[in-house]
């Protein structure tokens, strides 16, 4: 490693822990860490190193860890689900899974000495969490109707997949990229829609035509984090779809090498874009590649507003249906992803997807499969077509398990936008999303309206509060919503969003049916 390294005596705490031993030497340790039990392990391991694997201490819920895995492009089996549903179980009522804003699912209630029978299962699922947390390249995204859609220009899976191996060693953990400076988001757009939101990846790929060759116009350096969020720049770069990997790789090697670590706060591949410039970032990425890099395509094809892909559509084979079923913020437990499993093998081919909704994906269900799936039970539950409200809410984590939370948010969320839904009748979709603290893992930037948590003074006491974004663009010409409100304590909320509603998106008082 060259460039920027800060010296020992000033690595921050997280570079002294990657220093002092890799993230991925607990590995080898986990049937220790088993034996031993939580409370007598070494903190670092516990708490940080474990990340590496997927796995994720959880001071809220001590002994109970969550672990997230890496589905690739949101694709999982019916077989893989029913072995993160049987993990699940295990744990009762405390054992769930979260879909995840990234397209992928977290299991909680993990415990320790669990560990080695659950790897060796998702080894035999061909399921991995390999560095899924901390400085790594995070779940990557792709279209969720990739290879179903007949309007795409290019089925992203194998792709997404390809990228994956290559950055995890195939999952099985990848010393050369186990220590960059912080997180890495990538997606990759196949379809118009841009429904992976390409703008906040620190690398995205969306599609372009050069010379009437498809490949990628790449756009680089998007993130959010509690001090700043960027949309991603131009790299004014195009690549067919057979350099993507090793672009990706370059990127990520420059970006390791030389990326920012004094500061966390600004470690993420923006700030070291900010302090070259554009262009010696360009040039330094394409010295690693080895050859130039084409000039970005004049225009890409992200031309749609974005779709939630939710309700019943027609695939691009004859006779064959995708069916988006809303999953109230993401949530899942061990029954409901027993009957997913169930549901696509008995109407698609076995195979569901994951949106950064937070919704699934049944594909492959034939036209005289359709009626019957839609009188399953389960539908009842996770319905075709929820209210405009409902339909497009996302929500983070928030304090029932996550430790930087200021606020609960998936079920205030959920209660608050049935009763919105109850009283307000709306005419189109209203995208609302919930993050439980400025890192912003719920995306509020990308909604309609956003509410992130904060903590308010309200008649002396301090209460849990949410400030309020609007504005955010989604698919074509996204861009990103800003605060417009502070500090509105969440029992104070309902009436501002009514009013919000009302306002900006056409709301009106549902006409209740006098009784009698
Ligand atoms: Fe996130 C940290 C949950 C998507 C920005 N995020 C965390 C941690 C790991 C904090 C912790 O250790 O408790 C949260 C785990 C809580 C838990 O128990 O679930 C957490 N982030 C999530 C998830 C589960 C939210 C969700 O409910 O969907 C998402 C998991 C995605 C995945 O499958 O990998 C999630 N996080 C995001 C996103 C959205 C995205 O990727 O599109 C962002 C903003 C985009 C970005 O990263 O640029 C995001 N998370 C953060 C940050 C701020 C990063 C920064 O540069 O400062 C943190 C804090 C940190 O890294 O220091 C964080
Ligand atoms: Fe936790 Fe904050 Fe991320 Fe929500 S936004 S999951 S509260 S870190």
Same mark, same amino acid.
């Given at each position: 490693?060259?460039?920027? $390294?800060?010296?020992? %005596?000033?690595?921050?705490? &997280?570079?002294? @822990?990657?220093? +002092?031993?890799?993230? $991925?030497?607990?590995? %080898?340790?986990?049937?220790? &860490?088993?034996? @031993?039990?939580? +409370?007598?392990?070494?903190?670092?391991?516990?708490?940080?190193?474990?990340?590496?694997?997927?796995?994720?201490?959880?001071?809220?819920?001590?002994?109970?860890?969550?672990?997230?895995?890496?589905?690739?492009n949101g694709v999982i089996r019916?077989?893989?689900?029913?072995?993160?549903a049987e993990i699940v179980q295990r744990y009762g009522e405390e054992g769930n899974a979260d879909i995840t804003t990234r397209q992928n699912l977290q299991l909680r209630g993990i415990r320790i000495e669990d560990l080695p029978d659950i790897f060796q299962r998702l080894h035999q699922a061909g399921l991995t969490s390999v560095q899924s947390g901390m400085d790594?390249?995070?779940?990557?995204?792709?279209?969720?109707?990739?290879?179903?859609?007949?309007?795409?220009?290019?089925?992203?899976?194998?792709?997404?997949q390809q990228v994956q191996d290559r950055i995890t060693n195939r999952g099985e953990g990848n010393p050369a990229f186990t220590n960059l400076p912080r997180k890495f988001n990538i997606a990759i757009a196949?379809?118009?829609?841009?429904?992976?939101h390409a703008e906040i990846n620190d690398i995205a790929f969306v599609p372009a035509?050069?010379?009437?060759?498809?490949?990628?116009?790449?756009?680089?350096?998007?993130?959010?984090?509690?001090?700043?969020?960027?949309?991603?720049?131009?790299?004014?770069?195009?690549?067919?779809?057979?350099?993507?990997?090793?672009?990706?790789e370059a990127i990520l090697v420059v970006y390791r090498d030389h990326g920012l670590r004094a500061n966390r706060q600004k470690a993420r591949l923006m700030w070291l874009i900010d302090e070259w410039g554009l262009e010696k970032f360009r040039a330094a990425v394409e010295q690693q590649l080895g050859r130039p890099l084409?000039?970005?395509?004049?225009?890409?094809?992200?031309?749609?507003?974005?779709?939630?892909?939710?309700?019943?559509?027609?695939?691009?084979?004859?006779?064959?249906?995708?069916?988006?079923?809303?999953?109230?913020?993401?949530?899942?437990?061990?029954?409901?992803?027993?009957?997913?499993?169930?549901?696509?093998?008995?109407?698609?081919?076995?195979?569901?997807?994951?949106t950064v909704e937070q919704n699934v994906i049944i594909p492959n269900v034939p036209d005289s499969r359709v009626a019957v799936l839609l009188q399953e039970p389960l539908l009842q539950k996770f319905t075709l077509e929820p209210g405009n409200l409902t339909r497009a809410l996302v929500s983070c984590t928030g304090n029932q398990f996550c430790n930087f939370a200021?606020?609960?948010?998936?079920?205030?969320?959920?209660?608050?936008?049935?009763?919105?839904?109850?009283?307000l009748d709306c005419p189109k979709p209203v995208r609302v999303h919930w993050t439980g603290c400025p890192n912003s893992c719920g995306q509020p930037q990308v909604a309609d309206i956003g509410m992130m948590g904060t903590k308010v003074r309200k008649d002396?006491?301090?209460?849990?509060?949410?400030?309020?974004?609007?504005?955010?663009?989604?698919?074509?010409?996204?861009?990103l919503g800003t605060c417009v409100m502070k500090g509105i304590p969440c029992e104070d909320l309902k009436p501002v969003l009514k009013d919000l509603l009302t306002q900006h998106f056409g709301a009106s008082p549902r006409v209740s049916t006098p009784v009698g």
């Open positions: 490693m060259t460039g920027t $390294l800060p010296t020992a %005596a000033s690595l921050n705490k &997280f570079e002294k @822990i990657k220093a +002092e031993k890799d993230g $991925l030497a607990v590995k %080898a340790e986990i049937e220790h &860490f088993a034996r @031993i039990g939580w +409370e007598a392990m070494d903190e670092a391991d516990r708490d940080y190193r474990l990340k590496w694997l997927g796995v994720f201490f959880r001071p809220v819920t001590p002994g109970k860890f969550m672990m997230r895995l890496r589905l690739p019916s077989e893989q689900l029913r072995v993160l790594n390249v995070r779940n990557i995204t792709g279209s969720p109707v990739a290879g179903l859609d007949g309007d795409e220009l290019y089925d992203t899976r194998e792709l997404v196949g379809c118009r829609d841009n429904s992976v035509f050069q010379n009437e060759v498809f490949g990628f116009n790449v756009l680089v350096g998007g993130f959010f984090s509690a001090k700043r969020c960027a949309a991603a720049i131009p790299l004014n770069a195009w690549v067919p779809p057979e350099e993507v990997v090793d672009l990706c084409q000039p970005a395509a004049a225009k890409d094809e992200i031309l749609w507003d974005k779709r939630d892909h939710l309700g019943v559509h027609k695939q691009r084979q004859p006779g064959l249906n995708y069916v988006g079923l809303h999953v109230p913020i993401g949530r899942l437990y061990a029954p409901d992803m027993f009957d997913l499993a169930r549901l696509a093998d008995v109407y698609g081919n076995g195979e569901l997807r994951l200021l606020i609960e948010t998936k079920n205030r969320a959920l209660a608050l936008i049935t009763e919105l839904e109850a009283e002396g006491k301090t209460v849990e509060g949410v400030d309020i974004y609007m504005g955010g663009k989604v698919g074509k010409d996204a861009e």
